[in-house]
C-alpha cells in the first residue's frame, strides 16, 4: 500500500512561470490538506479539499494560489506567476478521517524559484 | 489567531544525553496535540495526546499534556545519533480539519 505520492520532488521555475505540484493520497483515502514550510519554520496549513470539493482554503494566499481535487485522478497545487517568496517545501497529506494521528505526509515538493 | 510555540528552536547534546522539548499553545477550541518527527523528508507521526497527565510512551520517546499549563513536553532518553532531526509539535484545532504547527525543534546528536 503507497504511502502519500508527490511528485515532483524538486521544481525549479523561473520567476513568472507557473508551478504545478501533484499528490496521489493513500488508497482509500478522501481527504487531502496541503502544507507549506517556508525554510527554518514550521509547516502552516494551506488546504484541505475532499473529492471535487475545497473545504477550508483559510491558509491560501488569495491570488496566484489554486488546488483542486478531481473525481479522478491526483489533487493539484498550482502557483501561477511565481516568485521568490514562494520557494518552499509544499506537504501534500491524506487522511481515511478527520481525527488527526490517521493523517499521513507526502515527501514534500521542493519548489525553487531562481 | 491560533498559535503554536515551541523551544528551543535548536538544541545540541551528546549521545546518551536525555533531552526534553517544549511545546506551548494557544487556540480557539483545542481537540488535540501531535508530535512529529521530520528527517528532510515526510513528517512520521509520534503521538497524540487528548487527556492532561497522561504519558504517552514509545521505546526511549514519551511525552505528556497539561491542559492547564497549555503545553506539552517531549522526552527522549539515552539519545542516539539518529535521534537527530527536527521535532515538530502541532494542535488539531477542533471544528476544523487542519493542524497548527510550531515552528519545530532542530535536534542534533552529536557522537
Known amino acids: 500500500n503507497a504511502g502519500v505520492m508527490q511528485n515532483p520532488r524538486h521544481l525549479v521555475r523561473r520567476r513568472g512561470q507557473e508551478a504545478r505540484l501533484r499528490c496521489s493520497p493513500m488508497?482509500?483515502?478522501?481527504?487531502v490538506y496541503w502544507y507549506r514550510q517556508l525554510p527554518e519554520e514550521g509547516l502552516k496549513f494551506m488546504v484541505y479539499l475532499q473529492k471535487e470539493n475545497i473545504i477550508d482554503e483559510s491558509g491560501m494566499p488569495k491570488e496566484r494560489f489554486s488546488a483542486e481535487f478531481p473525481k479522478e485522478g491526483p489533487s493539484i497545487l498550482r502557483i501561477q506567476q511565481v516568485v521568490r517568496g514562494d520557494s518552499a517545501a509544499y506537504f501534500c497529506?491524506?487522511?481515511?478521517?478527520?481525527?488527526?494521528?490517521?493523517?499521513?505526509f507526502g515527501e514534500g515538493s521542493w519548489l525553487t524559484v531562481v | 489567531e491560533d498559535k503554536v510555540v515551541q523551544s528551543p528552536l535548536s538544541l545540541v547534546v551528546h549521545e546518551g544525553d536525555t533531552v526534553t522539548l517544549n511545546c506551548s499553545y494557544e487556540v480557539t477550541n483545542f481537540r488535540s496535540l501531535l508530535w512529529y518527527k521530520q528527517e528532510k523528508k515526510a513528517p512520521t507521526f509520534l503521538f497524540m495526546l487528548?487527556?492532561?497527565?497522561i504519558e504517552k510512551k514509545s521505546g526511549r520517546l514519551s511525552s505528556i499534556l497539561d491542559k492547564k499549563e497549555l503545553s506539552s513536553i517531549l522526552n527522549i532518553t539515552a539519545t542516539q545519533t539518529g535521534d537527530s532531526a527536527i521535532y515538530l509539535c502541532a494542535v488539531e484545532v477542533q471544528g476544523a480539519q487542519k493542524l497548527v504547527f510550531g515552528q519545530g525543534t532542530r535536534l542534533t546528536i552529536n557522537p
Open positions: 488508497k482509500g483515502h478522501s481527504h
Open positions: 497529506a491524506s487522511s481515511l478521517d478527520i481525527r488527526g494521528n490517521t493523517i499521513y
Open positions: 487528548t487527556s492532561s497527565g
